[in-house]
């Protein structure tokens, strides 16, 4: 993919303010802290588009970028980290919720998962109700270059088994920059249809 324009286009915390132009969506999803703004930022070869930090829970709202004018990256909060209140915490994953449910140019989630550890009750929950959904779902098993190399397909093994998934699982580094072309090469197939 060549990227030509990035912006970002909107910064929400209700529905009301979500882009109103229907253009194919990708969204990412995954715990606080699994590298979700960081891998958007590398895909799209930016420093600091979406922000990112060593403390988790930084993504707060649904954060709606722009790319070539013609489809969207959605970041989405991280779920999962205990430090947010519980009222907070309820109100992010209405809001996931309701994102996932009712965006009807959705193209496809992106799931992260931490390649380094085994998924969470927390990530086998998220991801049965995203295959429930019948949006076309991916795993990314995120940090790969925490790992040896040569560990990545025992890792990748125990993801599948725990989430009990018959989706494709994509190894990435945003660190090493590996895995990413894959990536590109899945939303290309999504947006070709
Ligand atoms: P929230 O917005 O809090 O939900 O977090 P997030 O999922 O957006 O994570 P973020 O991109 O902010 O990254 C969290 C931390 O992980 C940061 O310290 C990143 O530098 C680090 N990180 C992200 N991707 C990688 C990677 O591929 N390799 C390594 N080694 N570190 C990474
Ligand atoms: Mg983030």
Redo the contacts with the bound molecule.
């Keep these: 993919m060549i990227i030509r324009s990035t912006e970002l286009e909107a910064t929400t915390v209700r529905p009301d303010q979500w882009p109103k132009t229907m253009l194919p969506e990708f969204a990412f999803l ?1 715990r ?8 958007l930022n590398r895909l799209l070869n930016r420093k600091q588009l979406a922000r ?3 403390q ?4 707060r709202q649904i954060n709606f970028y722009l790319i070539n004018q013609s489809f969207r990256f959605v970041d989405l ?2 779920y999962g ?1 205990a430090a947010v209140s519980k009222q907070e915490r309820q109100r992010f994953a209405a809001m996931i919720d309701r994102y996932l449910n009712d965006r009807e140019c959705l193209r496809r989630i992106f799931h ?1 998962i931490d390649i380094r550890h085994e998924p969470t009750k927390d990530d086998v929950a998220v991801h049965a109700a995203l295959l429930e959904l019948g949006v076309p779902v991916s795993v990314v098993a ?2 790969a ?2 790992i040896g190399r040569s560990h990545v397909p025992k890792h990748v093994k125990v993801i599948r088994d725990t989430l009990r998934t018959p989706v494709d699982i994509w190894p990435v ?3 090493k920059r590996t895995g990413l072309e894959a990536l590109w090469a899945v939303m290309e197939g999504d947006l070709a249809e």
């Design positions: 995954g606080s802290n699994v590298g979700k703004s960081t891998l990112v930090s060593s988790p829970g930084k993504t909060p991280g980290y992260l995120t940090k270059d925490k580094s945003a660190e």
